[in-house]
Structures are given as C-alpha cells and as structure tokens.
C-alpha cells in the first residue's frame, strides 16, 4: 500500500526566510510525487513533480522540492518566503505501476508566513 | 479557459435523500477521480476513472457511486446520504499516457455538502 506522511500540522516562517515543507513517502514500486497548494475556498493548484532523474525539481513562483530516495522524503522548499505564500500544502505520491489510478495525499501542512 | 466545474458549490440536504454533484472537465483528459476533504484527514480517494466506461474504487468508496458515459463528466452520486459524509469534496482531472499517471490533477473548487 502507499501512503504519504506530512509530519507538521504547521510551519510558522519570517518573511524573507526560508522555507521548507516536508513530506515522506511508502510505496511498492516507484513514485511519482507531486506537490499542491491550496488557498482558502479553491481547489488544489499544482506546484511540482517528481517522476525520475534530476533529484532536485523545480516548480511555480520559486519552489522546489528535493527528491531522497534513501530517506523516502520529497520536501518542499523556498529560499525566500513570501506573505503571499500562506497556505494550506499537500503531498501526493502515486505508487508506478503497481496503483497507476490512485493518488494518496498526505493530511496538508499549514503553511504561514509573518511580515 | 481549461478547467473543472464542480456542481453545486454548496448544498445542504437531509438523511436518507439523494443526490447527485456534477463534475465537468473541458480539457479532454482521460483520468478523473473524487476526492473528500476532512480536517486533519488530508484528502482521501473515493473513486477514479481512467477513461470512458473504466472507473475504480479509491480508499473511501462506500456510500458513493460514480459513472463515467462521457469523457467530460464524472457525476458522483450520493444514493442514501448520511451524516458521515458530510464533507468538503473535490473533483480532478488529468490527462493520461497509457498508466503511466506522470501528469498533475487539475482540481474544481469544490462542493460543500452538509447532511443533516
């Protein structure tokens, strides 16, 4: 079975620090990793993707994400946080080719960010 | 504009009374699914589509049916409503290559369904 762990419920960040989000991952074969965002009273907005080769990937409005294979994690980060970047961050991992339908997202962090 | 459109947005119903939310995609993707969003759950899979007349079960499936006649729309229907399920849910689509599900879901801005 696959499955994805988001260990903090919130991240509190400075403006203008840097930011990071972290998700781990279980599957039986190979992820496929995804990264969205979620503002208040709308749907989820992709961010980024890991599906192979370069281990660090980069997605919208300066995000990136580093994939470990060893440690089965794919954490969110920004160099800089923005105000603007307040909000609600899931994790999703679907497990290729053993559950190519299913997505399983992870229970979303909370992301604030203070001026 | 290329998008999913979720109907309705919000609805307020009772035990036991059917009902139906529509999702409409007019992007022309294979892969659609529903998802439920419940506090400190994240979102859970209810059931998937990976084309026309294919659809499977996600995680949570009881108590919901789907049907997938036309690529554009994945209806998901509420038989015999219960308060459990009251519950914020979403609707997604993605375009497909084979299996090989390497592309991103594009999510409708959900429906809010309270059951009394």
């Known amino acids: 079975a696959q499955s994805v762990a988001q260990p903090e419920d919130q991240v509190n960040v400075a403006e203008g620090n840097p930011l990071t989000v972290k998700c781990t991952y279980s599957?039986?074969?190979?992820?496929?990793l995804f990264w969205y965002v979620q503002y208040p009273n709308r749907g989820l907005q992709f961010l980024l993707k890991?599906?192979?080769?370069?281990?660090l990937v980069k997605g919208s409005y300066g995000f990136e994400a580093e994939f470990n294979k060893s440690q089965t994690s794919f954490h969110l980060k920004k160099p800089s946080a923005l105000v603007s970047d307040s909000a609600l961050y899931f994790c999703?991992?679907?497990?290729?080719?053993?559950?190519?339908?299913?997505?399983?997202f992870g229970d979303g962090t909370t992301l604030t960010v203070k001026p | 504009e290329a998008q999913v459109t979720q109907n309705p947005r919000y609805l307020i119903t009772v035990t036991g009374k059917k009902l139906t939310v529509t999702c409409s995609q007019n992007?022309?993707?294979?892969?659609m699914s529903w998802y439920r969003q419940d506090p400190g759950l994240g979102l859970r899979q209810i059931y998937y589509s990976m084309n026309v007349e294919v659809t499977d079960k996600g995680d949570v499936p009881e108590g919901y049916k789907v049907s997938r006649k036309e690529k554009r729309n994945f209806p998901l229907i509420l038989e015999s409503p219960s308060p459990n399920q009251t519950s914020l849910y979403f609707c997604a689509s993605s375009p497909t290559q084979g299996s090989e599900g390497n592309q991103p879901q594009h999510f409708g801005d959900g429906t809010r369904l309270s059951i009394l």
């Open positions: 999703a991992v679907r497990d290729i080719p053993t559950n190519a339908g299913k997505s399983t």
């Open positions: 890991y599906i192979t080769g370069d281990n």
């Open positions: 599957v039986s074969g190979n992820p496929y």
């Open positions: 992007m022309n993707h294979e892969y």
